[in-house]
């Protein structure tokens, strides 16, 4: 690495080497800049905010077990009520704050109509909260 020599026979060719002193000065230049400006960027405001206390709602939703049979029949709470007897129920549970969850027990065997009709009938009452119960595998 001679950068400044006196010969004469070297001095007509490029110099194939690259200087990395003045990358090396830019990068920590660089490196200096962004350790002076990183607290900078953290825009916290110090608040002394109010201590309140506040209790937890802890009403706990209703629960309704609905059931359909195989022949189609409908239960609430094991109670036998009819289809138009359930809608109305359904009407007045959704009123309520919070909403009942729904848990609906159907027979393998029954009919898909009856349980698209309880669903159909539930989501016109503002019911959403629908759980399908069954029993786990043996």
């Known amino acids: 690495m001679a950068f400044g020599s006196f010969e004469r026979k070297s001095s007509s060719q490029p110099m194939a080497e690259i200087n990395m002193v003045p990358l090396i000065d830019v990068v920590l230049v ?58 109305a129920k359904f009407l007045e549970e959704g009123k309520k704050k919070p909403q009942p969850e729904i848990y609906l027990r159907a027979d393998q065997n029954v009919a898909y109509r009856y349980v698209a009709e309880t669903l159909a009938d539930a989501a016109k009452a503002g019911l959403g909260k629908v759980a399908f119960v069954s029993e786990p595998a043996k």
């Open 30 to 87: 660089l490196l200096v800049i962004f350790i002076v400006t990183a607290p900078l960027l953290t825009n916290a405001v110090k608040l002394d905010l109010p201590k309140a206390s506040s209790a937890t709602d802890a009403q706990k939703p209703d629960k309704i077990n609905f059931a359909i049979d195989a022949q189609g029949a409908l239960y609430w709470n094991a109670e036998r009520i009819t289809r138009e007897d359930a809608a």
